[in-house]
């Protein structure tokens, strides 16, 4: 083995780790975006049941029901969060192709949204309560600061996702990549695949066609995603070589006889 092929399998080995390792803190950041939706949902529903009922304490507007609309936003942003980040983490775990859902493009309009509703929320609660040190002895001061710093780290997580998704959009100078298949690190599909016979050819939609009968009798077909296109073409090498390594066998036994 020479130093470039050498150094060409390193090349495709800690491009497999870190394609690998850059799939799964795309499916971890939608597990993390989820658990802080919950979080804020708990502790802004916690808020309404106070504030919209009835109380023996008067400091709070006199002990009467009183409604806030960034406590409201707050929560309206963690179902979504939530039934988004629910339906991220089934598309990357079951790498299913659902319509435009399954786009990249649909992943980015989707947190471009969320990452407005989330400020604006998040932005309006912390501009009414800068300061809540002076009240933390009691359980609504601290139902608010809880509150605020899920509705931050939810904000700041969507904030991620959304910036790394569209790095990996312009890099692959398209919006119409599949959800699972979009953090990759490298695309070998995007040069021309030919067999050991000169057969097969990528036609730019990830697929491998025509690639030489192996042992079947017949052409095969075979569907891939970008980056095991380069696995792909290896085992269909190996295969070719095993066959015709079998046929020459086969006809020095016959010729024996």
Not at 101 to 117: D, H, K, N, P, Y
Not at 158 to 177: C, M
Request: hydrophobic share 45%.
């Amino acid at each position: 083995m020479d130093q470039s092929e050498r150094r060409s399998r390193m090349t495709v080995a800690t491009t497999h780790v870190t394609t690998k390792y850059a799939r799964a803190v795309h499916g971890w950041a939608y597990v993390v975006l989820g658990f802080w939706s919950i979080m804020l949902l708990i502790f802004t529903i916690a808020r309404l049941v106070y504030t919209l009922s009835p109380r023996s304490d008067t400091f709070l507007n006199g002990g009467r029901p009183f409604y806030e609309p960034c406590v409201m936003e707050l929560s309206i942003c963690a179902l979504f969060g939530l039934i988004f980040s629910t339906m991220m983490i089934f598309l990357l775990r079951t790498r299913k192709k659902i319509a435009i859902i399954s786009r990249t493009w649909f992943e980015v309009a989707v947190l471009g949204l969320l990452w407005f509703l989330w400020i604006g929320g998040a932005g309006s609660a912390t501009t009414i309560w800068p300061d809540l040190n002076f009240c933390v002895q009691f359980s609504p001061c601290r139902v608010l600061q809880v509150m605020m710093a899920w509705a931050w780290l939810g904000w700041v997580t969507i904030t991620f996702i959304l910036l790394t998704s569209v790095f990996f959009s312009f890099r692959a100078r398209s919006w119409e990549l599949l959800i699972y298949s979009a953090w990759e690190v490298h695309r070998p599909s995007e040069a021309n695949f030919v067999d050991a016979h000169g057969r097969g050819t990528n036609d730019g939609n990830n697929s491998i066609s025509n690639v030489g009968n192996a042992g079947h009798g017949g052409d095969i077909e075979v569907n891939t995603t970008n980056y095991d296109l380069d696995r792909w073409r290896r085992a269909v090498s190996w295969l070719q070589e095993t066959e015709s390594a079998e046929k020459n066998r086969t006809g020095e036994s016959n010729s024996r006889f």
